[in-house]
């Protein structure tokens, strides 16, 4: 069973910056996708960006592109995901989640992904 313990969700000013992280656990992450997802209240979950960790491909939501950056951890025990979100929006406040597939080829849908961690809250105030 894979386990996704996402951190780093908190509030901040508008303009400013926040780093998710995702720790993946005992999960063997190469040649699979993750993926940061995020849900605003009375709206579906969207795509925001995607890593394939065998190719370190990356894939971004119109929405963030230029502002947000996925990344992975250089120590691959760590197994570690990382979303570095810079120019905070208000209407980037949001419920945010990490999800893993063991696919190689990343779809950017929720459907695309088979496990979740539980989400962490991001804020943002203008």
């Known amino acids: 069973h894979v386990q996704l313990v996402e951190s780093g969700g908190g509030s901040v000013q508008a303009g400013g910056s926040l780093t998710l992280s995702c720790a993946a656990g005992?999960?063997?992450?190469?040649?699979?996708?993750m993926g940061w997802f995020r849900q605003r209240p009375g709206k579906d979950r969207e795509g925001l960006a995607t890593?394939?960790?065998?190719?370190?491909?990356?894939?971004?939501a119109d929405s963030v592109k230029g502002r947000f950056t996925i990344s992975q951890d250089t120590d691959n025990a760590k197994n570690t995901v990382h979303l570095q979100m810079n120019s905070l929006k208000p209407e980037d406040t949001a419920m945010y989640y990490c999800a893993a597939d063991p696919r190689n080829n990343c779809g950017f849908f929720p459907g695309d992904f088979a496990y979740w961690g539980q989400g962490t809250q991001v804020t943002v105030s203008s």
């Open positions: 005992r999960y063997t992450y190469k040649r699979n996708c």
């Open positions: 890593l394939w960790i065998g190719g370190a491909t990356t894939t971004y």
